[in-house]
Structure formats: C-alpha cells, structure tokens
C-alpha cells in the first residue's frame, strides 16, 4: 500500500491550493474511509477532513476548515482530493493523507479524524501560507 500526495507548495492568504493524493498496491473498492490530517511545527497531528465509505460516502470537518476545505475521492483514478480555499496562515502545516481497510462502527467527527483510526499513511507534503 502506497499513498502520495501532491500539489503543495507555497500560496498567499486568501488563496487556494489543491491536494491531490493517489494510491497504489490496493483497490479503492476496499477503502473504508479516507482522510486528510495535517501538521504545524510543534504541534501534534489533526485530522481536518474524512469521507466514510461504510457511510456511504459522508464528510467529516474540523472546524477549523469546515467551509474552506473540501474532501473528495475519485475511485477511477483511486484518488482523494483536498480544495483548500480562503487559506491563512493558520493552514501552514505538512499535509498527510490517510486510508483504513478496516470497517469501524465508530463514526461521528471525534472518531472520523482520530489519527489512530487509520493504518495506512502518505509521507507529507508542505503547505505554506504567507499573509
């Protein structure tokens, strides 16, 4: 299982950037859920978007991002996307994307963006917001 991510980089506040992560070495069929966690220098890592296959495909937010943020898959190209909108600098951070084979019954936003609900990770990429 492989997961990477791109489309990071450097962008102005008020701007927008798109993450794009893609998959290798599984079928998307078998993802249960999928999400976008990030991580600012010092801080631990938060989830702040997730889609539950198991519940037909809800989106979960942090509210930190809710309204700015978008998640969505496209299981032909075995694809998770994250829209990020209206950015400040809040949203500097390194970006990881994340899936889970396993069915979990515990669902709600708490759940959905626990870190430790997720096996499998891509290895990062840099977002940085200058105001």
């Known amino acids: 299982v492989q997961l990477v991510e791109s489309g990071g980089g450097l962008a102005q506040a008020g701007g927008s950037l798109r993450l794009s992560c893609t998959g290798s070495?599984?079928?998307?069929?078998?993802?249960?859920?999928v999400a976008w966690f990030r991580q600012a220098p010092g801080k631990a890592r938060g989830g702040i978007a997730s889609?539950?296959?198991?519940?037909?495909?809800?989106?979960y937010y942090a509210d930190a991002v809710k309204g700015r943020f978008t998640i969505s898959a496209d299981d032909a190209k075995e694809t998770v996307y994250l829209e990020m909108n209206n950015l400040n600098s809040n949203d500097t951070a390194v970006y990881f994307c994340?899936?889970?084979?396993?069915?979990?019954?515990?669902?709600?936003?708490?759940?959905?963006?626990?870190?430790?609900?997720?096996?499998?990770w891509g290895q990062g990429i840099q977002v940085t917001v200058s105001s």
């Open positions: 070495g599984f079928s998307f069929d078998d993802v249960n859920s």
């Open positions: 889609i539950n296959f198991h519940e037909g495909g809800r989106r």
């Open positions: 994340a899936i889970t084979f396993t069915v979990n019954i515990a669902v709600g936003k708490l759940a959905m963006l626990q870190p430790r609900r997720y096996q499998h």
